[in-house]
């Protein structure tokens, strides 16, 4: 299923606005405290697990002065196949014990965004607000199948979010019941995984640290995971094995940096290790054989996001929507302009 629009509410300098998705490559755009990465904060927050904060809620909306949480209001649609079969089946499970089709108490807006796809252009702008036209909620008979979903969080409790298929809201008599359902919609919807910051790649570090489970060095061994390097044990194993395995990884890695790294086709990596310490070098057409620790930030920055997010993806598929706040503030403009085909292969 692909998001098409959110609709946030009285989150932080949030007071009211709708957003079109593009079903690839969204682009945030506007001034300095323009609210953008308010937006992505918003949208982070609508997991169950996250929960809505006093300081979260925008001061100047009527939520804040009456101790209401904020709204986030998110619209699914262009279901595949199995999105489809999965929703339904989960939906027909609980058919049987469907008592009643209405709108639920205690809910301060029962309404939905307008359920049209979002327009081709991908570049969305930033603003305080939208007025688009909303559709109030029937209690007609619910049909086993849908072209839209809507989900929408008004608080922290489970009861807080209201599902709708279509233009019809469930709403169980047995509270229990409605807790289960919703929760199984809720974890077949995509996650949203926020990004910020990135674990900048470090030229030295002791095998020791590479082999534990330390966070701080997770772009290393992302690094040699990309480079076909699935065991890491195999480091500390035979040293001809190891080696080999050292020499193909970077090789492989070389190749797939240059297809976005235009600015230097030459760019290398070595990777050896010495006794216990493992040691990362990048060359470069003007002979320069160094660590990535002295390398500009910009260029830094773009080999790391390179790393950790190509090896998350690597081989498999995620239902996610990625988050990024700001990628590549620190590269210049042809290396910014080399991160777009590099989310369109995210996307």
């Not at 932080?12 to 755009?29: F, K």
């Not at 260029?299 to 090896?311: E, G, L, M, V």
Request: with cysteine.
């Amino acid at each position: 299923m692909k998001l098409l629009k959110a609709k946030i509410s009285s989150f932080r300098s949030v007071a009211d606005t709708t957003l079109s998705v593009d079903p690839r490559v969204t682009i945030l755009v506007g001034p300095n405290e323009g609210g953008k990465t308010n937006i992505l904060r918003a949208l982070e927050s609508f997991a169950p697990d996250k929960e809505f904060v006093e300081t979260a809620v925008c001061q100047f909306s009527p939520a804040y002065a009456q101790g209401q949480s904020p709204e986030i209001q998110l619209l699914f649609g262009d279901f595949s196949t199995n999105d489809a079969d999965m929703l339904t089946q989960v939906l027909e499970a609980e058919q049987s014990r469907l008592s009643s089709l209405q709108i639920g108490e205690g809910h301060r807006k029962q309404e939905t965004i307008e359920g049209n796809v979002a327009d081709d252009t991908p570049v969305a702008e930033s603003t305080d607000s939208e007025d688009l036209p909303h559709i109030l909620v029937p209690s007609s008979p619910l049909s086993p199948r849908f072209t839209r979903l809507t989900v929408t969080r008004q608080g922290n409790d489970i009861q807080d979010f209201v599902v709708h298929f279509d233009d019809s809201v469930v709403f169980l008599a047995d509270n229990s019941n409605e807790r289960a359902l919703k929760s199984k919609f809720l974890d077949s919807l995509p996650r949203f995984l926020y990004f910020a910051d990135v674990n900048l790649l470090r030229g030295e570090i002791q095998l020791d640290q590479l082999l534990s489970d330390d966070p701080a060095y997770e772009a290393e061994r992302n690094l040699l995971q990309l480079g076909g390097i699935a065991d890491l044990e195999t480091l500390a194993g035979d040293p001809h094995r190891r080696d080999v395995a050292l020499k193909k990884a970077q090789q492989r890695v070389t190749e797939r940096l240059r297809k976005y790294w235009t600015q230097d086709p030459s760019r290398q990596f070595h990777i050896n290790i010495d006794k216990e310490t493992v040691r990362i070098r990048i060359s470069d057409a003007t002979g320069v054989f160094d660590f990535p620790d002295n390398r500009s930030l910009g260029s830094r920055w773009f080999i790391s996001f390179y790393i950790n997010f190509a090896s998350r993806i690597e081989g498999r598929e995620e239902n996610a929507i990625l988050l990024f706040d700001e990628p590549g503030i620190h590269v210049h403009p042809r290396g910014q302009r080399d991160l777009l085909p590099f989310f369109e292969e995210l996307a």
